[in-house]
Each structure stands twice: as structure tokens, then as C-alpha cells.
């Protein structure tokens, strides 16, 4: 694993702190990794979506815009 050295806000800190001392991870690497591969998954889903959003547009298949196709997909993942 690469160790790397970041600096954080005061409140950014005290809640990952705190974080750590509600013993949901077991430090603030732990959370940090946990975070960024949150991020990394929900990067993923958003070009999984783009990417759909785009074939269909190109397909024809429907006259919707991107931004209603969007909101829908959105409120079908929110059911």
C-alpha cells in the first residue's frame, strides 16, 4: 500500500475523528480509502448512465432530452 500525507480542515478532521472514535472504521486511512472507492463507484454509475443517455440519443429511440432521461433514471433508482 502507498503511504501519502494529506492535510484536512479542522472540521473535515474532527469528523473523520470522530468517525474513528464511534468506532465505524478503525482509522482515518480505513475511512479515507472507503470514501474514495465510494466515489470511484459512484463515478462509475454516472458514466454507466452517460453513457445510455447518449446511445439513446443517438438511437432515436425517444424524443426526451438528456436532463428528462436523467431525472427519470434518477427517480427510478430513488423507488
Known amino acids: 500500500m502507498t503511504r501519502q500525507s494529506i492535510s484536512f480542515t479542522e472540521p473535515n478532521d474532527e469528523w473523520l475523528k470522530e468517525q474513528v472514535n464511534n468506532k465505524e472504521y478503525a482509522s482515518k486511512s480505513e475511512l479515507v480509502n472507503d470514501l474514495i472507492r465510494q466515489a470511484r463507484q459512484q463515478q462509475q454509475q454516472i458514466d454507466f448512465v452517460r453513457m ?20 427519470e433514471s434518477k427517480s427510478l433508482l430513488n423507488d
Not at 55 to 70: M, W
Open 52 to 71: 445510455k443517455l447518449e446511445q439513446a440519443e443517438k438511437s432515436g429511440f425517444t424524443d426526451d432530452s438528456k436532463n428528462q432521461i436523467l431525472a
